[in-house]
């Protein structure tokens, strides 16, 4: 069962890394022109804006980290001076 449950969660990451914008605005359009009562393109949906929060914590966390490794470049093409 937990071999099944990570497969399905890896088909779901590969296969909404590439739809979960289109099917995401796409969704809502169909939504409000007559798609109702549909569970799972619903649960679907959700599954998308779980991916895309994902996908902004996890920029947003990879910024801050690379902020705080951020180290000056030293120029080294300058001589330093002799005292």
């Known amino acids: ?13 590969l296969f ?28 679907l949906w959700f599954y998308c804006i779980a991916l895309i929060i994902k996908d902004i914590y996890w920029m947003i966390k ?4 690379s902020r705080c490794n951020h180290k000056p470049q030293i120029d080294i093409t300058k001589p330093k001076p002799e005292n």
Request: aromatic share 32%.
């Open 16 to 43: 909404f890394y590439f739809f979960k914008w289109p099917y995401f605005f796409g969704f809502i359009y169909l939504y409000n022109h007559g798609l109702n009562n549909n569970y799972i393109l619903i649960i």
């Open 1 to 13: 069962m937990k071999r099944l449950l990570k497969e399905f969660y890896g088909v779901g990451i």
């Open 62 to 65: 990879n910024k801050k980290i």
